[in-house]
């Protein structure tokens, strides 16, 4: 295994500790913001939980509520199973710091392999600047990745239409589009899925809003096993009101499908 | 208090029996294909959390897993509450039967009427027909009607080119429009959103697939208290794969807002 497979394998890599109970070390290089990102969170969690039901490696949904910032450190994750049989699991679990839950999670596990093999999907992947021609996020300021240092954690590539608000000039669509991949030489799988779907900034930084947006609950659906190569990210948000977004986030594979379907409502930057 | 505004009241109502514990009735009038509907389940849920936390009563995200079949007659909903404080409250319920779970629910409730007053969104309403030139399911053959009965309990209209399924010519497009009410009288509310989200049969009807479609997993988000009058109610599918299929579900109400947003994860008919 190269180094760089083994670091990513390293930041989600969970040490049971108990019947149900799984060690984990939050590392804090994934935060944005002051807290640990939000999709990263659930990579760990998710990780934890495919190993809880034999034969269901892989996260079909991921339902999760945010309930308080996570940092860098030691943090336990406590899973249940809810139900068992047939070709669904459905799990649940919290990702606890110092006895305080940081996110709560209930969720469809599976063996995404195994489901049956036709795609009807009538969705079109979205338009994207050939990879050469997209910015990364390497060039950043220094300013941007000291706050939001997970920056450096992936390759990210931002369609230069998309890219605006970096330079002041949001586009007022609320839209960001961009490849990405954890990173050279690591493929994507179905838990890394949803760190991709909440790994573009806050969509509102496309509506002249650059602030920061918590997360209030994610849910994913993963709905196949990605095929090797860079992911294709957009996330869109059509309903700002009530100091809430919604943001719609998909990922394609480089094989043209829809892998990973994402919608989080967020609390829109003051 | 009107007849028929206390049937909805009655059909959701629950009795508190014990600290966090409600007991409550299901209507088996709200079945369909042999199980009680998932939108009035979530309802249900929905209403005995309204209670939960004093000055939150309405359900802002609400993420359901369906775990098995509920059927008419007495249920227990145990209610837990997860966080409290600021203008969020994060709450969890089971709603069981016979010690079996039916539907586990993960909730953030707050006051929909004290978040800021703001609107910015930049969704369109969808285009309906006028209701009078809209199909009533109450038009529905009796064998339709035996197999979902609870198509009597409320007020649906359909928009002529999304009801082609029923004489045996889906459109194909993947997508069902009607307006929508609890009955006559009856004053939409947040919890009765829950409902609304998952009262159109599945979006597949429109694919040519007819039968059952059982939920995976749900989450909704309400974003305002609805303004008096009708619903229009629209799904659409984009991503039928791997024997699953996503339906989103806008619900608009009378003063053209998007008052919730939903998406679900499906099992797609044989």
């Known amino acids: 295994m190269d180094e760089r497979v083994s670091r990513w394998a390293a930041a989600v890599r969970s040490t049971s500790v108990a019947e ?15 807290g640990i990102n939000g999709g990263f969170q659930m990579a760990v969690v998710g990780q934890a939980l495919a190993s809880a039901v034999p034969g269901k490696p892989h996260p079909v949904t991921f339902a999760a509520h945010f309930l308080s910032a996570a940092t860098g450190g030691p943090a336990l994750v406590r899973t249940t199973v809810r139900r068992e049989g047939g070709r669904f699991a459905t799990l649940s679990a919290d990702l606890v710091q ?12 599976s063996d995404l392999a195994l489901l049956p093999d036709t795609v009807a999907t009538t969705a079109a992947p979205f338009a994207m600047a050939p990879l050469e021609e997209c910015v990364s996020t390497s060039f950043a300021p220094p300013e941007l990745k000291k706050v ?5 954690r992936f390759d990210m590539r931002f369609d230069p239409s998309s890219i605006g608000w970096a330079v002041g000039e949001p586009s007022g669509a609320g839209e960001l589009r961009a490849w990405f991949r954890v990173e050279e030489g690591q493929a994507p799988d179905p838990v890394q899925l949803l760190l991709a779907v909440d790994a573009l900034p806050p969509v509102t930084f496309d509506l002249g809003l650059p602030g920061w947006a918590p997360t209030v609950q994610l849910t994913a659906h993963v709905r196949a096993v990605p095929a090797d190569g860079w992911l294709r990210l957009r996330q869109v948000t059509r309903n700002v009101a009530g100091g809430l977004f919604e943001e719609d986030c998909e990922v394609w594979d480089s094989a043209d499908r829809l892998v990973a379907q994402s919608r989080q409502l967020a609390v829109l930057p003051r």
Chains 1, 2 share one sequence.
């Open 148 to 152: 939001a240092p997970l920056m450096e």
């Open 98 to 109: 110092d006895d305080v839950v940081r996110l709560t999670v209930t969720a469809t596990y």
């Open 20 to 34: 149900g109970i799984h060690a984990v070390d939050l590392d804090g290089g994934w935060s944005v913001g002051g």
